[in-house]
Each structure stands twice: as C-alpha cells, then as structure tokens.
C-alpha cells in the first residue's frame, strides 16, 4: 500500500511568492496533520484535520499559512506571500483517527525561500 | 506543554543499552514514540496509553509512570541501525501532538 504522498518534494522559491505543498493521506485514514521541522524549533504541528475539518490551527504560525482538505484524498498547505524564515521541512502525517492513533508521516517537502 | 527530553545527545558502541527519557510538568494522555533518521520522515516506533505500561518490541520498548507523567524508552544491545533521532511526542484526547526536542543516538561499531 503507498503511504503518504507529498509533493513537491523540494520547492525553491523567492521571497514574496505564493507556495502551495500538497499531501495524499494513507487510504481509509480520516485524521490528517501538518507538521513544519527547522533545526531551531524542532518539530512543530501547525493544524490538524479530523473528517475533512479543521480542529486545531493554533499552530499556524501566522496568517499567511493557510490549509485545506477539500476532500478525504487531499489536503493542501499554501503560504502567500512566502518569507525567508519559512524555510524548512514541511511533514504531512494521517492516521486512523485522533489519538491514540499512530501517525504515518510522508516524506516531507523541503522548501526553501530565498 | 512541550515535553522535555534527556539527554540530548547519546553516542554507543554496538551491543550497547540505552535509555532516553521524556517527561512533562503534568499528567498526558498518551505519549508517543518516533525515530528520524537523518534527512526521512519519522517512523512510528509505539504508543503508550496507560499509567504504569510498559511496550516493547525486538530490543526496543518503552515504559510510562504510574503518574503518566514520565515515559522512557529503552534500547537494549544496539545495533547500528538503531542511529537516528528519538522523538516523544504528548498527544491529547483531542488528538494534539506536542514534540520533544529530540535525542540524537550515534551507534558506533
């Protein structure tokens, strides 16, 4: 079974665009997670979906981080306009439900905003 | 509340025990373990619900206090693979993961 599908794997972009990262959670899971890792603050949940439906954004760092699931097979993180800082790894997980659920996380994609 | 984790760093030769510790300043709900080898994603390694459980599988397996307050996971005679970075993660009834920053093993033939 393909796990979770992430893509672009890597994005280089300058700053002021708009960036959009995509993900395909594992088939049958319901719960989807966006996680953003630097090396200064680790690994950090910025929203969750549960059903399709936003549960928690208070990890989002700022309002030009925006997420989506507009369906069960998609789910999408867009940041516009796109910052320096912004740069890291950006991990999308699913699992069957909320916890005590395991998470499976995809590959990531690493953006970099010059 | 971001869990706590020690140490930050461990470095073993092959055959030899470990323990890395995770810990918060109140009671969790689960708490979750993961490994990240350099440049992959985390992979899922078990999942503790209960006061006072203990998991493992192969070498590797976990424990979390009677106050859930502490969990630690326990590698026993590593090999080189067990390289990587160990995360705990806290998750709420919510489903809300909250990541420690991480213990870096270097298994050294």
């Known amino acids: 079974d393909a796990g979770v599908i992430q893509s672009p794997r890597h994005e280089v972009t300058e700053m002021g665009q708009e960036v959009t990262l995509r993900c395909k959670p594992i088939?049958?899971?319901?719960?989807l997670f966006w996680y953003r890792q630097t090396m200064m603050r680790g690994l950090e949940l910025l929203i969750y979906?549960?059903?399709?439906?936003?549960?928690?954004d208070s990890g989002m760092p700022e309002d030009r981080f925006s997420a989506k699931m507009p369906n069960a097979s998609f789910s999408t993180l867009k940041i516009q306009p796109s910052e320096p800082r912004d740069s890291a790894v950006y991990f999308c997980?699913?699992?069957?439900?909320?916890?005590?659920?395991?998470?499976?996380f995809g590959p990531g994609t690493r953006l970099t905003v010059t | 509340q971001q869990p706590v984790q020690s140490p930050q760093a461990v470095i073993l030769r092959e055959g030899e025990d470990a323990v890395i510790n995770c810990s918060s300043s109140?009671?969790?709900?689960?708490v979750h373990w993961y490994r990240q080898k350099h440049g992959e994603a985390p992979v899922f390694l078990m999942i503790?619900?209960?006061?006072?459980e203990q998991k493992g599988h192969d070498k590797i397996s976990a424990s979390f206090n009677e106050k859930k307050q502490q969990s630690s996971l326990y590698l026993t005679a590593s090999q080189l693979s067990y390289s990587g970075t160990y995360f705990c993660?806290?998750?709420?009834?919510?489903?809300?993961?909250?990541f420690g920053d991480g213990t870096t093993l270097t298994v050294k033939p």
């Open positions: 997980a699913s699992s069957l439900g909320l916890a005590p659920y395991e998470q499976y």
């Open positions: 088939s049958g899971h319901n719960s």
């Open positions: 979906f549960n059903n399709n439906v936003p549960i928690d």
């Open positions: 109140k009671a969790l709900y689960s």
């Open positions: 503790l619900l209960k006061g006072g």
């Open positions: 993660g806290t998750g709420t009834n919510a489903g809300k993961s909250t």
